[in-house]
């Protein structure tokens, strides 16, 4: 028997429990984990509040990451006792995800954890880490320079948001981070190494088709009026990474930015990442993040606090990363 976070529903309320299951309990897998750490985000807060569409089938152990040891596996490319790391492909939505201490997955799904990793450095990088840096990779790929000029990040005192400040600054760009809280968040960016903060007030806005141009590129973590408004203040020649819906699916812009200034738009989804890149961003995001950042951006909790954090990620209390041990 071992704990893990249980998600049921009745009369559609979700309801969130810890408490003991066995091995049997858990899903088909090739390679059962005994799971050290995990992370919770946005979409965990949203499941494990029933705020949000995001688990169809109950029970549910959310938890869309985790770092651990292996168990068993009857796939030749993982032995018992090898460190590994997952993160996406629909752990915690519809397959039962990280919020336990053991987990039974496909093999196709994990990547050997790094030698300068360990289990609580991995996931206070998790999915929103590897996300962060598949951003910044694939603005430097569309040839972004820090001489260009001032890159934005919105969202930028959530996970994703912190760790691409973070991961920008190191690389020489010059980072304005966007935020709904500028007074509770300013000091902790500019710590992070943002040059300046703005209040995401500043892009919500009913936006011309082009605007002043301000942005040599842009990390979107929030979508909707934020993104449409910075593809309307965008450079000419300059990219977009986005790889976030906190406000939505909408996009109210014209084909004005991608055809007057030739902007292009980067989209990213580290949920099915292939194996080979996933393998290269882990490797590239722990050479880049300075030790600073695991004190500065990241929060620990337990398993029985997660009900609560959830309420606290939903209602946008939590600043940078909040990681769960197990």
Known sequence: MFNALVLTQEEKA??????????????????????????????????????????????????????????????????TGDKVILTGWGVGENHWGGLAQKAR??????????SSCDDQ????????????MLCVQALQTAGLKPSDGDVLVTGASGGVGSVAVTLLTQLGYSVVASSG???????????????????????????????KQRWAGVVDTVGN?????????????????ICGLAGGYALPTTVMPFILRGVSILGIDSVSCPYEKRVAAWEQ?????????YQEACESITLEQVAEYAQKIVKGKITGRVLVRL
């Open 14 to 79: 979700t309801f969130a429990e810890v408490r003991q299951i066995q091995e049997s309990d858990l899903p088909d897998g090739e390679v059962l984990v005994r799971v050290a750490c995990s992370s919770i985000n946005y979409k965990d807060g949203l499941a494990v509040t029933g705020l949000g569409k995001i688990i169809r089938n109950f029970p549910m152990v959310p938890g869309i990451d985790f770092a651990g040891e292996v168990l068993e596996s009857s796939d030749k490319r993982y032995q």
């Open 105 to 114: 997955v496909k093999a196709d799904w994990l990547v050997p954890m790094p």
């Open 121 to 132: 450095k991995a996931m206070k990088i998790g999915t929103a880490g590897l996300t962060a």
């Open 181 to 211: 809280r500028v007074e509770q968040n300013g000091s902790y960016l500019k710590a992070l190494g943002a040059s300046s903060v703005i209040d995401r007030s500043e892009l919500e806005i009913d936006a011309r088709p082009l605007e």
């Open 225 to 241: 009026k934020v993104l449409a408004t910075a593809l309307a203040q965008m450079q000419y020649g300059g990219a977009a990474a």
């Open 285 to 293: 995001v722990l050479a880049l993040l300075p030790n600073r950042f």
